[in-house]
């Protein structure tokens, strides 16, 4: 699951990241109440994270950036929590998927040599 990408050092890209995320939590397709609990969970730290950085990026213009550094620590804290359980979801759907590939290959290879 680790895939290449530059951490990014300013608040646009920093936003644009966060709502990637966003987008990809708001589509996920959960399929057990545990997965759709964790997706829902970090949607809402996300969410925080956004709001956040969008508060930040005002307050940088006046210059009191300080305020928003508290309220985005326990959100930050529970997305990483949250990278643990969304790694496992990622790992099971990954062996659903290669079971998946193992059924139809049988299905496939029995349907040929017994020409059903």
């Known amino acids: 699951m680790s895939t290449e990408f530059s951490i990014p050092t300013d608040i646009p890209h920093t936003r644009a990241a966060a709502q990637a995320l966003e987008d990809k939590l708001a589509n996920a397709n959960p399929t057990n109440l545990a997965d759709s609990q964790a997706v829902s969970t970090a949607l809402e730290a996300v969410t925080a994270v956004l709001t956040q950085l969008n508060q930040k990026d005002m307050l940088s213009r006046d210059g009191a950036m300080q305020a928003t550094a508290a309220e985005v620590k326990v959100p ?11 790694t496992e979801i990622s790992a099971r759907l990954a062996t659903l998927d290669s079971i998946a590939n193992d059924v139809d290959q049988l299905v496939n290879g029995c349907a040929t040599i017994f020409g059903v």
């Open 76 to 86: 930050l804290q529970t997305l990483s929590g949250l990278k643990d359980q969304l």
